[in-house]
């Protein structure tokens, strides 16, 4: 079984077929953890969703898109700011009825994810207080454990106790990188492909990294986020 990391798809349908048909991606096989954040951006969410729940090996994480996105489907509500952060292309993806299906995979998705001393979250956590007393709110939005590793780059010091932790949320073309980046034992997985960027999908055991096109490629009508 190969081991992979992919985050931050937000309906970028195409992109997710190429890093799957890139990495050599066995759906039977190997263990695919997602960070989150699948909706919001791109039109193509629900391919997107239908697509993962073949992996035979799925880990989801929760995302902060994902929670905007749960709320619409027990609501019906539709903030502001979530349909100006791509929330409208998610509507229109299900033509305004989310799929049941899908449902139940953000339903039951995890807040964090633990294997061989590596940590999995969508956002980060606060190193200060154990996993057990945050709050969802903190593992799909926080940024602080990025900005803490990136001002202690240089140091390589261990900041969470873990030997990687796999993060998404915060685009790597923040840093000024295409590719996904590393600060002390932080890796960033999101290299921006819901700002038009490459989506990029990881094999956590070698470290390789496998990238689509730019997405403002792919879909050239569209805007995404």
């Not at 880990?59 to 979530?82: E, S």
């Not at 953000?106 to 061989?116: E, G, M, V």
């Not at 038009?196 to 569209?222: A, C, H, R, W």
Request: proline share 2%; with cysteine; glycine share 8%.
């Amino acid at each position: 079984m190969a081991r992979f990391v992919i985050s931050d798809i937000h309906g970028a349908y195409k992109a997710l077929l190429q890093c799957f048909e890139r990495s050599g991606f066995d759906k039977n096989k190997d263990l695919l953890i997602c960070l989150g954040d699948v909706c919001d951006g791109y039109t193509q969410v629900k391919e997107c969703f239908d697509h993962l729940l073949t992996v035979k090996n799925l880990v989801y994480l929760l995302g902060n898109h994902d929670l905007w996105c749960l709320d619409w489907a027990k609501t019906g509500n539709t903030p502001d700011i979530w349909l100006s952060q791509g929330g409208s292309s998610t509507i229109n993806s299900y033509k305004g009825s989310f799929d049941a299906e899908h449902y139940k995979l953000l339903k039951n998705a995890k807040w964090y994810y633990l294997i061989d001393n590596m940590m999995f979250v969508h956002g980060g956590f606060d190193t200060g207080r154990t996993l057990e007393k945050q709050t969802i709110e903190t593992f799909a939005w926080d940024r602080s454990l990025v900005f803490e590793a990136y001002t202690k780059k240089t140091s390589k010091k261990i900041i969470t106790g873990f030997d990687k932790v796999f993060v998404g949320h915060t685009p790597t073309i923040n840093f000024n990188s295409q590719v996904p980046i590393r600060f002390c034992e932080v890796l960033l997985t999101d290299t921006g492909a819901g700002w038009g960027q490459k989506l990029s999908m990881i094999n956590i055991d070698t470290g390789k990294v496998f990238q689509s096109d730019p997405v403002f490629n792919l879909y050239p009508y569209e805007k995404g986020r």
